[in-house]
């Protein structure tokens, strides 16, 4: 497994710009970020380069939705610039949701108006050509199914199991699940039953302890087992630090790394 920090929620004691050596001298092998739109993608990769860290990835979608039919070319349009972004700069993936996200991760639509048939149908039919442009940029897109109890109330995707049949429905080597041990625990538990069930579907995972979304010890999620558990399935991919310290950033990543 390879460790990626989320240099949005972790070394914000820092500047941007110091974020990427603080995060290789922590001992992390990638950085994340959230959006790209607003950040200079020059000045990343160079950070990058310097601190000789890799970057696991970014969100790929912003103002759109996979379930709204007539986000369809719009959706498709920003994804397309997203994984150019991300060829830029030398990330790996991009990550996907079912809903556009607001200011602090807020649901803008919860689209009451739609069915589940019509969302589910809408994002077969979009997924379907994001797997096209996923396999002809080499950049993995991974969906995101996220907790609907505390941070994204009205979201769509919000079970692993959804997700994963999606997945194993576009049957493509570049369209994953980002599957998210926090958001997940709040939803429907079961962690590693869950992992067992559908780790062939996962391109990438976060960790934060719930409830709090802080580092692991903070909570009631057993992450020492969780990490053991993922070498028992075999994982090699990535995991994602997506999570707030409850105190300092060195408290945090000293936890963080006490479960690898």
């Not at 160079?46 to 070319?73: M, Q, T």
Request: with cysteine.
């Amino acid at each position: 497994m390879k460790t990626t920090a989320c240099i949005e929620t972790l070394f914000t004691e820092l500047p941007w710009e110091a974020r990427f050596q603080a995060a290789k001298d922590a001992g992390f092998d990638y950085i994340e970020f959230w959006s790209w739109t607003d950040k200079d993608l020059d000045q990343i990769k160079k950070l990058s380069e310097e601190a000789k860290i890799g970057i696991s990835g970014f969100n790929g979608d912003a103002d759109y939705s996979l379930v709204d039919p007539s986000h369809k070319e719009k959706y498709l349009e920003f994804l397309g610039k997203s994984i150019e972004a991300a060829k830029k700069i030398g990330a790996i993936s991009v990550t996907i949701h079912s809903n556009a996200l607001g200011d602090g991760g807020v649901v803008v639509n919860h689209y009451n108006e739609l069915s589940d048939t019509v969302k589910m149908c809408s994002m077969y039919d979009m997924l379907k050509e994001v797997a096209v442009m996923a396999e002809e940029s080499g950049i993995t897109c991974n969906l995101e199914g996220l907790n609907i109890t505390t941070d994204h109330v009205g979201n769509f995707l919000k079970n692993t199991q959804m997700a994963a049949e999606m997945i194993r429905l576009i049957n493509s080597p570049k369209v994953k699940i980002l599957y998210d041990v926090y958001h997940m625990q709040l939803n429907e538990g079961s962690i590693c039953d869950t992992l067992t069930k559908h780790i062939d579907t996962v391109g990438h995972i976060h960790i934060a302890d719930a409830p709090g979304r802080h580092e692991p010890g903070t909570g009631e999620i057993n992450y020492p087992n969780v990490i053991k558990h993922l070498r028992k399935l075999g994982y090699e991919g990535t995991v994602g630090s997506e999570l707030f310290p409850e105190t300092t950033t060195d408290a945090a990543v000293k936890a963080i790394m006490a479960i690898f």
